[in-house]
T-cell receptor
């Protein structure tokens, strides 16, 4: 599974857009890019998944450049409740267990 | 997406004892995964559990310490045996879904060994 690198932590004020970038230089052709959110005392929660270009859902957007060696999770207008750890994972699908990196701890400040 | 019920949510145990954690899924799944998350750390995969076969353990985890059962396609248990304070962690189970390549996690079991 491809290794990922993310910033350890980020701070943001409420109402701002937050972009968290993940590097995955060794991504394979069949790999998808998936982001998870984890609040304290809870299991990780699936946010968004993409293969290339841009994906948007009700929670976030995911931008993936043509070379797919990085990806950016974009959270629009964050609120205090978005304070969490965000994990970027890369791998192919089909019941392949996840290998978690250290994640990015996002702190949203009022 | 699958709904996972994980029990207990937390426990405080004496060293040398064992704790069995249960994970119930509301749909049939081929594989279930068990993770450990030590305080302030990321998740580490313990093992993969297939129904009808022995679990596959990751490096650093052994069956004698973390025996796993998978009696059917909706249920699995993880036992933490002969516990020591170093076993104090959150233990989570996971299954694939809501989409292929995406995974759903249980709410976790917070274990404290004293």
């Amino acid at each position: 599974l491809a290794k990922t690198t993310q910033p350890i932590s980020m701070d943001s004020y409420e109402g701002q857009e937050v972009n968290i970038t993940c590097s995955h230089n060794n991504i394979a052709t069949n790999d998808y890019i998936t982001w998870y959110q984890q609040f304290p005392s809870q299991g990780p929660r699936f946010i968004i998944q993409g293969y290339k270009t841009k994906v948007t859902n009700e929670v976030a957007s995911l931008f993936i450049p043509a070379d797919r060696k990085s990806s950016t999770l974009s959270l629009p207008r964050v609120s205090l409740s978005d304070t969490a750890v965000y994990y970027c994972l890369v791998g192919d699908s089909g019941n392949t267990p996840l290998v978690f990196g250290k994640g990015t701890r996002l702190s949203v400040i009022a | 997406s699958a709904v996972i019920s994980q029990k207990p949510s937390r426990d405080i145990c004496q060293r040398g004892t064992s704790l069995t954690i249960q994970c119930q899924v509301d749909s049939q799944v081929t594989m279930m995964f068990w993770y450990r998350q030590q305080p302030g750390q990321s998740l580490t995969l313990i093992a993969t559990a297939n129904q009808g076969s022995e679990a596959t353990y990751e490096s650093g985890f052994v069956i004698d310490k973390f025996p796993i059962s998978r009696p059917n396609l909706t249920f699995s248990t993880l036992t933490v045996s002969n516990m020591s304070p170093e076993d104090s962690s959150i233990y989570l189970c996971s299954v694939e879904g809501p989409i292929r390549g995406g995974y759903t996690f249980g709410s976790g079991t917070r274990l404290t060994v004293v």
